[in-house]
C-alpha cells in the first residue's frame, strides 16, 4: 500500500448544523461575503439560516448572487473585484456546485489581484480566504473537494483548478436544503455523484481509502434509485443522497475524475447538458468501454447497486435520462479532440485514445438518431 490522504475541510453534516455550530462561523471573522447563484439559496433556506447565524454574531454581509450554472471567468473576476472592495474575512459559496465552486475561486482573487486565467496554474502568493461550502444539491460533493470547475471561453471548454489550500475550512451539510430541488435537477445531480464514486473507483489514481468512500457512495445511490424513478424522495432519501454526494466529492479529492467528466464537459458547454446529466449518458458506455481491464470492480459496481448486469445497469440509466441528444459526425471529431486535451482522460485505467473517445460519442449520439 502506498497512498496520501489529506481532507482540509471541517464537515458538520445533519439536519440544522449551521445553527448547532454557528460558533465555528464566528470564529472566521467579523465581515462575510455570500456568494450564491440567482434563487437556490433563498429556496432551500440555507441563505437565511446563515444570514440568521451572521446576524446574531453581528458579522457583517454582502450577497453576491450573480453566480450561472457552469460559472464563467468573467463573472468570477467581476465577484473577485467585489470581495477586494469589500475586503471580507471569508466567503461563504451557498448553492449547488456552481456557487461552491465560484466561492472558491473568489477567495483566491480577494487574497491575490491576478488575472483569472492565472488561477488553473494552482500556485498563488497569498493562501485564499477561508470558504465556508453550504451545498444545496445533492451532487458535485464540491463542499469537500479543492476544485473549482469554470467555464473557459477561450478554449470553448470547462477546467478546474484546486491546491491543499483551496479545500473549504468548513462544509455545513444539511440535507434539507436540497428538498426544494425540482426532481429532475435530484436525479441528474445523484448522477453526478454516482459517476464521481464510481469513476474514483476505477480510476488509476484509486487508494484503499477512497474505494471503501466510494463503494458505500455507490451502495448508497443503489438505495435511492428506485425513489429516484417513482419520485417518492423523502427526507430519509435525500439524506442518504446527500451522504453519497459527500462521499464522492472525499473519494474525487483523492483520485480526480476520468473520461466520464472530460466528455460531460462539450456536451455542457456546447449543447447547455446539465453536468450531471452530461456524465449519466455516458456511464454504460465507460463501464464497457473499462470492462476488460476492471472485471473485478465493475462487477463490484454493479452489485453494490443491487442490480445483476450491465443491461439492467443500462436500463436504470436510460429510464433515469432518457438520450435526447443528438451530435453530427462533425462535432463528435471535434468533441474528442478536446476530450483528450483534459489531464482527467489520463487517468482513466484503460488507454484511452481520440478514436475512443469518439467511437463513444457515435454510438449514443449519433447512430441512435
Ligand atoms: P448548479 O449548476 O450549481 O445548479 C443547477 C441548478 O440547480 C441551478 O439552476 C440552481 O439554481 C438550481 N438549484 C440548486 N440548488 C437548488 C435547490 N435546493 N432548490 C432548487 N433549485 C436548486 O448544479 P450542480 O450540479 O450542483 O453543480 C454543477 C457545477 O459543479 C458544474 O459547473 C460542475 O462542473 C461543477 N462540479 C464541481 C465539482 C467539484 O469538485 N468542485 C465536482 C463536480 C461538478 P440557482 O441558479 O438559483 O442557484
Ligand atoms: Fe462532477
Same mark, same amino acid.
Given at each position: 500500500m502506498?497512498?496520501?490522504?489529506?481532507?482540509?475541510?471541517?464537515?458538520?453534516f445533519g439536519?440544522?448544523c449551521?445553527?448547532?455550530?454557528k460558533?465555528?462561523?464566528?470564529?472566521?471573522?467579523?465581515?462575510?461575503?455570500?456568494?450564491?447563484?440567482?434563487?437556490s439559496?433563498?429556496k432551500?433556506?440555507?441563505?437565511?439560516?446563515?444570514?440568521a447565524?451572521?446576524?446574531e454574531?453581528?458579522?457583517e454581509y454582502?450577497?453576491?448572487d450573480?453566480?450561472?450554472? +457552469?460559472?464563467?471567468?468573467?463573472?468570477i473576476?467581476d465577484?473577485?473585484?467585489? =470581495?477586494?472592495?469589500? +475586503?471580507?474575512?471569508?466567503? =461563504?459559496?451557498?448553492?449547488?456546485?456552481?456557487?461552491l465552486?465560484?466561492?472558491? =475561486?473568489?477567495a483566491?482573487?480577494?487574497?491575490?489581484d491576478?488575472?483569472?486565467l492565472?488561477l488553473f496554474?494552482?500556485?498563488?502568493?497569498?493562501?485564499?480566504?477561508?470558504?465556508?461550502?453550504i451545498?444545496t444539491?445533492?451532487?458535485?460533493?464540491?463542499?469537500v473537494?479543492?476544485?473549482?470547475?469554470?467555464?473557459?471561453?477561450?478554449i470553448?471548454?470547462?477546467?478546474?483548478?484546486?491546491?491543499?489550500?483551496t479545500?473549504?475550512?468548513?462544509?455545513?451539510?444539511?440535507p434539507?436544503y436540497?428538498?426544494?430541488?425540482?426532481? +429532475?435537477i435530484?436525479?441528474?445531480?445523484?448522477?453526478?455523484a454516482?459517476?464521481?464514486?464510481?469513476?474514483?473507483?476505477?480510476s488509476k489514481?484509486?487508494?484503499p481509502v477512497?474505494?471503501?468512500?466510494?463503494e458505500?457512495a455507490?451502495?448508497?445511490?443503489?438505495?435511492c434509485a428506485a425513489?429516484?424513478?417513482?419520485?417518492?424522495?423523502?427526507?430519509?432519501?435525500?439524506?442518504?443522497l446527500m451522504?453519497?454526494?459527500?462521499?464522492?466529492g472525499?473519494v474525487?479529492?483523492?483520485?480526480?475524475?476520468t473520461?466520464?467528466?472530460?466528455?460531460?464537459?462539450?456536451?455542457?458547454?456546447?449543447?447547455n447538458?446539465?453536468?450531471?446529466?452530461a456524465?449519466?449518458?455516458?456511464?454504460?458506455?465507460?463501464l464497457?468501454? +473499462?470492462?476488460?481491464?476492471?472485471?473485478?470492480?465493475?462487477?463490484?459496481v454493479i452489485?453494490?447497486?443491487?442490480?445483476?448486469?450491465m443491461?439492467?445497469?443500462?436500463m436504470l440509466?436510460n429510464?433515469?435520462?432518457?438520450n435526447?441528444?443528438?451530435l453530427?459526425?462533425?462535432?463528435v471529431?471535434?468533441?474528442?479532440?478536446?476530450?483528450?486535451?483534459?489531464?482527467?482522460?489520463?487517468?482513466?485505467i484503460?488507454k484511452?485514445?481520440?478514436?475512443?473517445?469518439?467511437?463513444?460519442m457515435?454510438?449514443?449520439?449519433?447512430?441512435?438518431q
Amino acid at each position: 500500500m502506498n497512498f496520501k490522504f489529506y481532507i482540509g475541510t471541517k464537515v458538520f453534516f445533519g439536519e440544522g448544523c449551521i445553527s448547532t455550530n454557528k460558533n465555528e462561523v464566528a470564529k472566521l471573522g467579523k465581515k462575510a461575503m455570500i456568494v450564491t447563484g440567482a434563487t437556490s439559496a433563498k429556496k432551500s433556506g440555507a441563505l437565511d439560516d446563515f444570514t440568521a447565524v451572521l446576524d446574531e454574531k453581528g458579522i457583517e454581509y454582502m450577497i453576491y448572487d450573480k453566480i450561472e450554472n +457552469n460559472p464563467a471567468l468573467k463573472r468570477i473576476q467581476d465577484g473577485g473585484m467585489a =470581495a477586494r472592495e469589500f +475586503n471580507p474575512d471569508f466567503i =461563504a459559496g451557498i448553492g449547488g456546485g456552481s456557487p461552491l465552486d465560484a466561492a472558491k =475561486a473568489i477567495a483566491v482573487l480577494a487574497a491575490n489581484d491576478i488575472d483569472p486565467l492565472d488561477l488553473f496554474s494552482n500556485k498563488f502568493e497569498n493562501k485564499p480566504l477561508p470558504v465556508v461550502a453550504i451545498p444545496t444539491t445533492a451532487g458535485t460533493g464540491s463542499e469537500v473537494t479543492p476544485y473549482a470547475v469554470l467555464t473557459r471561453e477561450d478554449i470553448q471548454t470547462k477546467k478546474s483548478f484546486g491546491n491543499e489550500d483551496t479545500f473549504p475550512k468548513i462544509a455545513f451539510i444539511d440535507p434539507v436544503y436540497t428538498e426544494s430541488m425540482s426532481r +429532475n435537477i435530484t436525479i441528474y445531480t445523484a448522477l453526478d455523484a454516482l459517476s464521481h464514486a464510481v469513476e474514483g473507483y476505477i480510476s488509476k489514481r484509486s487508494t484503499p481509502v477512497s474505494d471503501i468512500l466510494a463503494e458505500k457512495a455507490i451502495e448508497c445511490f443503489g438505495e435511492c434509485a428506485a425513489n429516484l424513478l417513482n419520485g417518492e424522495i423523502d427526507r430519509k432519501v435525500r439524506e442518504k443522497l446527500m451522504y453519497a454526494a459527500m462521499l464522492g466529492g472525499l473519494v474525487i479529492s483523492h483520485t480526480g475524475t476520468t473520461i466520464v467528466h472530460s466528455m460531460g464537459y462539450p456536451l455542457t458547454y456546447f449543447k447547455n447538458v446539465q453536468h450531471g446529466k452530461a456524465n449519466g449518458l455516458f456511464m454504460a458506455e465507460y463501464l464497457k468501454f +473499462n470492462y476488460e481491464c476492471a472485471r473485478q470492480k465493475i462487477d463490484t459496481v454493479i452489485k453494490l447497486l443491487g442490480l445483476k448486469n450491465m443491461d439492467e445497469f443500462e436500463m436504470l440509466i436510460n429510464s433515469l435520462i432518457p438520450n435526447d441528444i443528438r451530435l453530427s459526425s462533425e462535432e463528435v471529431e471535434r468533441y474528442a479532440s478536446g476530450v483528450m486535451e483534459q489531464r482527467n482522460a489520463s487517468y482513466n485505467i484503460r488507454k484511452v485514445s481520440r478514436e475512443d473517445i469518439a467511437n463513444i460519442m457515435n454510438r449514443l449520439f449519433v447512430e441512435k438518431q
